[in-house]
């Protein structure tokens, strides 16, 4: 046997064992009946979404956000699909807010065992539409948010010698996406927290999972953001966010994340899609870089319009959007939440 024969056997034996060795961490499949959950962004698209199926699964679920009248129609659909949510506001981006959110909760509800930070923005258009405020306000929702739920509530946890968390970040944490440098700066620095944070809580008992979703229909587009040729990006955008065949249903994400969850997974990538591009990338990232070239400058809208400025998603309709061609997002707006306000 070779050298480079037995290093892959040793690298194949180490893998095993290191998979062996999680699973016995993770323990039997999870139970969400009566464990305190709590899902920021919960108020509407893929986290109300989380909220309905941890409901039904019998999880007491508190959720979050900004705008009471949002949380208000949230509890009521969630709570017709179990018991009645704990609904609280609270601006994740400020951690004094964070820290009194999880001591109701805690009040309320009891100690926190699981904690899916699942809310999120985006940003969409060319980098030259893009400031600094941009890339601020993604790091403080994704990257600093996450941190700040996970400092509220992990020091409980390591004490009762348990818990979990999910960081639902995105194929933007993996692939670099042109019109959403932002967007893909603050996710891959949630994917790297997230990764190491599980190697350094696995001893204190605290399984920590994260999500790379794809493409989903959950109806965010309206509450996006768009910059440049506003109307022409909402329009591809939109269109995406509703092929079939390219996107997963926001059922099925919330089901398999809350599966990842239950089996203690490392990662979960999200619909066959996200795992053919994330496996070219790591395979042929010199292919895949220039095919992403290629789309920003041929398929994506130039920059000009507001330049600069920025108009939600429910400002920046056409002929394109709304229309038969993203009936699937629409239709999914409607049912979560997110026609509502901003």
């Not at 065992?113 to 258009?125: C, E, F, Q």
């Not at 995406?240 to 997974?265: F, N, V």
Request: aromatic share 6%.
């Amino acid at each position: 046997m070779n050298a480079v024969a037995k290093t892959a056997l040793v690298l194949a034996g180490a893998g095993v064992g290191t998979w062996l060795l999680t699973r016995a961490r993770a323990g039997k499949q999870f139970d969400f009946r009566g464990k305190v959950t709590i899902v920021t962004g919960g108020s509407r698209g893929l986290g109300l979404v989380l909220a309905r199926e941890l409901t039904h699964r019998g999880a007491r679920v508190a959720i979050c956000a900004r705008n009471d009248e949002d949380l208000e129609r949230a509890a009521a659909d969630v709570a017709t699909h179990g018991a009645l949510p704990l609904a609280v506001p609270c601006d994740i981006k400020q951690e004094d807010d964070v820290r009194r959110f999880v001591g109701a909760v805690e009040d309320r509800l009891g100690p926190v065992d699981v904690l899916i930070n699942n809310a999120g923005t985006i940003s969409v258009g060319p980098l030259d539409t893009m400031t600094r405020q941009d890339y601020e306000d993604a790091m403080a929702t994704h990257f600093w948010a996450s941190y700040n739920f996970i400092e509220a509530v992990r020091h409980s946890m390591r004490h009762r010698g348990a818990g979990r968390i999910v960081n639902v970040t995105s194929i933007g944490g993996k692939v670099g996406v042109p019109h959403l440098v932002p967007y893909c700066a603050s996710k891959f620095a949630q994917v790297g927290y997230s990764h190491a944070l599980r190697a350094e809580l696995a001893q204190y008992g605290i399984i920590v999972t994260t999500i790379c979703p794809g493409l989903m229909r959950t109806g965010s587009p309206p509450n996006a953001l768009f910059k440049g040729q506003h109307r022409k990006e909402y329009a591809w955008f939109t269109i995406s966010d509703s092929l079939p065949l390219l996107t997963l249903s926001a059922e099925s994400a919330a089901r398999q994340i809350l599966e990842a969850c239950a089996r203690g997974d490392a990662e979960a990538v999200l619909g066959l899609p996200t795992q053919v591009a994330v496996t070219l990338f790591n395979l042929f990232p010199n292919l895949a870089s220039e095919l992403n070239s290629l789309i920003s400058h041929y398929l994506l809208p130039g920059p000009g319009g507001i330049g600069t400025e920025h108009r939600l998603g429910r400002d920046s309709t056409s002929a394109l959007a709304p229309s038969l061609l993203t009936a699937a997002t629409d239709a999914a707006a409607r049912r979560n939440n997110e026609q509502g306000g901003a």
